[in-house]
């Protein structure tokens, strides 16, 4: 059974600190891995991984993905209070209509 | 914008009526999906849709139905509502698979409580 875990599931942090929030998976015929942020609404795309060791970046987020050992870093610097949200990993598998399957997700909170 | 629209924000039901819940997306996307959303489980895929008429069951169908008439519009369908089904119902498209870059697309979701 495809699987995403998500750590750690709750985070608060003051504004100005860096976070890091892991992702691992098993799937079978990985075929990407995204990361969503979902504020109070819509889930809202932030990156697609498909290679491994290759950073992806925007602005202050970041993020990489580990195809060797199964998981993926979303990195955020210098946080700011409109940072908090809730960030959603999902890891899609190859063959079918793009199905993914979502981890837990990681609920930010930075504290000013 | 894509834009991904849901007919409502919140909606209160009561145990063993029929609710149907409706997506529109305006982007001509082939695959649309029916997620919940509950505390410490993350979102979890009820059913979806790669073509009209077409549908496939996800991780959780029991107590669900879909439709798909129209390219842009699924609806998801509790035949008889349970307080079990007490949740953030989210819909999402995208274009089908094979595309370099294939993200889904969300709506804002319906809170649905269930009495």
């Known amino acids: 059974e495809d699987k995403v875990v998500q750590s750690p599931l709750s985070l608060v942090v003051h504004e100005g600190d860096t976070v890091t929030l892991n992702c691992s998976y098993e799937v079978t015929n990985f075929r990407s891995l995204l990361w969503y942020k979902q504020e109070k609404k819509a889930p809202t795309f932030l990156f697609m991984l498909?290679?491994?060791?290759i950073e992806k970046k925007s602005g202050r987020l970041s993020s990489i993905l580990d195809k060797k050992e199964l998981f993926s870093i979303l990195n955020i610097t210098a946080t700011q209070t409109g940072d908090s949200a809730i960030y959603l990993c999902a890891v899609e598998a190859r063959g079918g209509a793009q199905k993914l399957v979502f981890g837990q997700g990681t609920r930010l909170t930075i504290n000013p | 914008d894509v834009k991904v629209t849901q007919s409502s924000r919140y909606l209160v039901k009561r145990t063993g009526e029929k609710v149907f819940l409706e997506c529109v997306q305006d982007m001509d996307h082939e695959n649309m999906f029916w997620y919940r959303q509950d505390p410490g489980l993350g979102l979890r895929l009820i059913y979806f849709?790669?073509?009209?008429?077409?549908?496939e069951k996800g991780d959780i169908p029991e107590g669900y139905s879909v439709s798909r008439e129209k390219k842009e519009r699924f609806s998801l369908i509790l035949e008889s509502a349970s307080t079990n089904q007490t949740s953030m119902y989210l819909c999402?498209?995208?274009?089908?698979?094979?595309?370099?870059?294939?993200?889904?697309?969300f709506g804002p979701g319906t809170r649905l409580t269930v009495l």
């Open positions: 498909t290679s491994s060791g």
């Open positions: 849709s790669y073509d009209v008429k077409m549908k």
């Open positions: 999402a498209s995208s274009y089908l698979s094979g595309r370099a870059y294939n993200e889904q697309f």
